[in-house]
T-cell receptor, first 114, second 109 residues
Framework: NAGVTQTPKFQVLKTGQSMTLQCAQD?????MYWYRQDPGMGLRLIYY???????DKGEVPNGYNVSRLNKREFSLRLESAAPSQTSVYFC?????????????FGEGSWLTVV | SQQGEEDPQALSIQEGENATMNCSYK?????LQWYRQNSGRGLVHLIL?????REKHSGRLRVTLDTSKKSSSLLITASRAADTASYFC?????????FGAGTRLTVKP
């Protein structure tokens, strides 16, 4: 049981390049999330998916797209990276209400856009 | 804007002292959760308190919730150096969990 796994761990991109952050969870959770965390700050929600086949915008969706490929996987895509997207990205999944509504986080992906 | 706001932003105490962190939020919630983040790591769930609960305990943690004031507090008793981390509150309105900016706690040995 690996929990939430996200790749890559580290990535350097040039401005204008595209990339996809991959996330998978093996806990059979319905809800999955992508957050970004800038230095010294809290997490800001980019996109979330309440169930397979649905996605919704969070606080800071501009410049990002997501795909809920199946129940396990939720990917985040940067189509044209910008320096403002330099951040640490966290994927997360959540248990349902009856199981405590707890969020489980991946270990983070450090992205630098130069 | 973020839903939860923690206060203080930073807190430094001696080992053995108690640490209190506060969280204020803006809209109605189903529950409020506290998470901990060690430097360079993901967040780890500490405790959840539902909107119809006023106080909850878990080991050295005590959480209170005042829905009339839209605020919560996290108390860590008898702190240890290993408690050094950032602490975040998270509010759950519907499916989108929102986090505050966190309190950076430093416990000096």
């Amino acid at each position: 049981n690996a929990g939430v796994t996200q790749t890559p761990k580290f990535q350097v991109l040039k401005t204008g390049q595209s990339m996809t952050l991959q996330c998978a969870q093996d806990m059979n959770h319905n809800s999955m999330y992508w957050y970004r965390q800038d230095p010294g700050m809290g997490l800001r929600l980019i996109y979330y998916s309440a169930s397979e086949g649905t996605t919704d915008k969070g606080e800071v969706p501009n410049g990002y797209n997501v795909s809920r490929l199946n129940k396990r996987e939720f990917s985040l895509r940067l189509e044209s990276a910008a320096p403002s997207q330099t951040s640490v990205y966290f994927c997360a999944s959540r248990t349902d209400w009856s199981s405590g509504n707890t969020i489980y986080f991946g270990e983070g992906s450090w992205l630098t856009v130069v | 804007s973020q839903q939860g706001e923690e206060d203080p932003q930073a807190l430094s105490i001696q080992e053995g002292e108690n640490a209190t962190m506060n969280c204020s939020y803006k809209t109605s919630i189903n529950n409020l959760q506290w998470y901990r983040q060690n430097s360079g790591r993901g967040l780890v769930h500490l405790i959840l308190i539902r909107s119809n609960e006023r106080e909850k305990h878990s080991g050295r943690l005590r959480v209170t919730l005042d829905t009339s004031k839209k605020s919560s507090s996290l108390l860590i008793t008898a702190s240890r150096a290993a408690d050094t981390a950032s602490y975040f509150c998270a509010t759950d309105g519907n499916n989108d969990m929102r986090f505050g900016a966190g309190t950076r706690l430093t416990v000096k040995p």
